[in-house]
């Protein structure tokens, strides 16, 4: 006799097993040649080879589905088992449609726009990406997908979020609360992507672990980030030094997106947009792509479109670097 192990460390049990093992006992009623045990966050399986390939070949497929749809329930666990081709199947779903990842509760997250879907074509071909355009052009949005997505297909194994905290002038230890709490107000549109994408207990899990990650871009200096995929966002109101900083870190097998808004910057007028300098630093550079979002991206309501139009025709971003 041969025995498998899965490990499902990086679930909630009672989101696979079901309420009271429902799930588990459905398994147990397809493969009745096997011993199946569950103790835990591990899931033994004991019969003989070409069964337990069977099993560990569908029981992956329930947790890629659980992964995509944020549920596994009675009619999805049947039709998966029973489905021969039910890989080709998940395989085929995101490529027809152009769905970037299937977020919390089946939510659909896809680029909406031309230029969004030009992020997620240049993150397949480029390890830095710059996407640089006004409020509401889905920037970050599309930003925080990829990055799910990069860590549900454990192309990285954790993902970092940092934000430059302009109004409290990088010095957060007057704030109450623990790190995380401190930058709350400052990566809030982070926090609102990533509930989109990722059911609750297991967001709560990522940032108990540390697989999602929270820091302050001042506290990213002296590390290396290997495997990991980092966002940079509001990258306006980084300097010069802090957004040369932040790029250097990228360590191993990682993925960089730098997000911001050109036209929004609020740093002191002695102090240029970081920003602004890697654009003239860095194009051209192989690996490095420059993605520029517009008013035909905004996907708010239809005012913001026209506000934004009105303060491009009038204004003029006051904080430019010295050499322009």
């Known amino acids: 006799m041969n025995e498998r192990t899965i490990s499902i460390s990086s679930y909630d049990p ?10 588990l006992e459905q398994i147990k009623q397809h493969f009745p040649k096997l011993k199946i045990i569950a103790r835990g966050d591990m899931v033994k399986a004991i019969g003989n080879s070409d069964d337990l390939e069977e099993f560990e070949d569908k029981f992956h497929l ?3 589905h659980y992964d995509k749809f ?10 998966i088992l029973k489905d021969d081709n039910g890989s080709l199947r998940f395989a085929e779903s995101d490529s027809n449609n152009g769905v970037i990842l299937h977020g919390a509760e089946g939510r659909l997250i896809k680029a909406m726009t031309k230029n969004q879907q030009k992020m997620v074509d240049s993150s397949a071909k480029n390890d830095l990406i710059f996407a640089i355009g006004p409020a509401g052009t889905g920037k970050t949005y599309t930003a925080v997908a990829l990055a799910v997505r990069a ?3 454990k192309e990285v194994r954790r993902i970092i979020l940092t934000r430059p905290a302009v109004e ?11 790190l995380r709490e401190k930058l709350d107000p400052y990566l809030q549109p982070l926090y609102d992507a990533l509930r989109d ?3 609750t207990q297991k ?3 990522y940032l108990e672990d540390g697989t999602i990650e929270v820091a302050p871009l001042a506290f990213m200096r002296g590390r290396t980030l290997d495997h990991a995929f980092a966002i940079l966002d509001e990258a306006q109101n980084a300097t010069e030094l802090q957004l040369k900083m932040f790029v250097t870190r990228m360590g191993r097998s990682a993925k960089f997106i730098v997000t911001g808004d050109i036209t929004q910057v609020d740093l002191p007028r002695n102090q240029a947009s970081g920003l602004l300098q890697a654009e003239k630093l860095l194009r051209g550079i192989k690996g490095i792509d420059f993605i520029y ?3 035909h991206d905004v996907i708010r309501h239809s005012l913001v479109t026209k506000i934004i139009n009105a303060y491009s025709t009038n204004h003029k971003p006051e904080n430019k670097s010295k050499n322009e």
């Open 14 to 23: 009672v989101e696979i097993y079901g309420v009271n093992d429902k799930n």
């Open 62 to 64: 329930l947790l890629l």
């Open 70 to 79: 944020g549920k596994l329930g009675e009619f999805d666990i049947n039709q």
């Open 151 to 153: 860590l549900k297909k």
């Open 168 to 178: 409290a002038g990088e010095s957060l230890g007057f704030l109450p609360g623990d």
């Open 197 to 199: 994408m990722i059911p």
């Open 203 to 205: 967001l709560l899990k």
């Open 293 to 295: 979002l517009d008013n």
